[in-house]
């Protein structure tokens, strides 16, 4: 007899709003001067998307895009245009990315308010 398998969770609702992600002006800046000193294009924009691994079983990545995806959410901050998955929408909804200067030094701060766990260095987060 075999028996039932249990449901696969499925990730958080993307926001009702449908803007899964809040960038503040510090990140702006930082985000424009990083694709500036690495020779790219003020056209390029931001992708924020959430990936399996990392201590805490997810990661969050940002790289830089020449263009947007079909099904991407397209923001803009400042003239900052930035792509999110819709996968990734999910797992960032209410998320708000900021640039933090800190006695151990500055990076991206991810303010997520799904996460109910992260690991030390920040980068990844358990929901």
């Excluded at 926001?15 to 001067?33: E, H, N, R």
């Excluded at 056209?43 to 895009?65: K, M, P």
């Excluded at 200067?101 to 766990?117: D, E, I, R, Y």
Aim: a negative charge; proline letters at 8%.
């Amino acid at each position: 007899m075999a028996t039932p398998q249990e449901p696969s969770p499925q990730p958080p609702a993307p926001p009702a709003d449908g803007a899964p992600l809040i960038v503040t002006s510090k990140a702006v800046t930082m985000i424009k001067l990083t694709r500036e000193q690495e020779g790219l294009a003020e056209a390029c924009g931001l992708r924020v998307a959430v990936r399996g691994g990392g201590c805490s079983g997810f990661e969050y990545a940002l790289d830089f895009e020449e263009e947007a995806r079909e099904t991407d959410f397209v923001l803009e901050f400042d003239g900052l245009q930035v792509y999110v998955d819709p996968v990734s929408a999910r797992y960032l909804a209410g998320t708000e990315i900021d640039y933090v200067l800190g006695t151990t030094g500055a990076g991206f701060k991810f303010n997520n308010p799904k996460a109910v766990g992260t690991c030390g260095c920040g980068s990844s987060f358990a929901v």
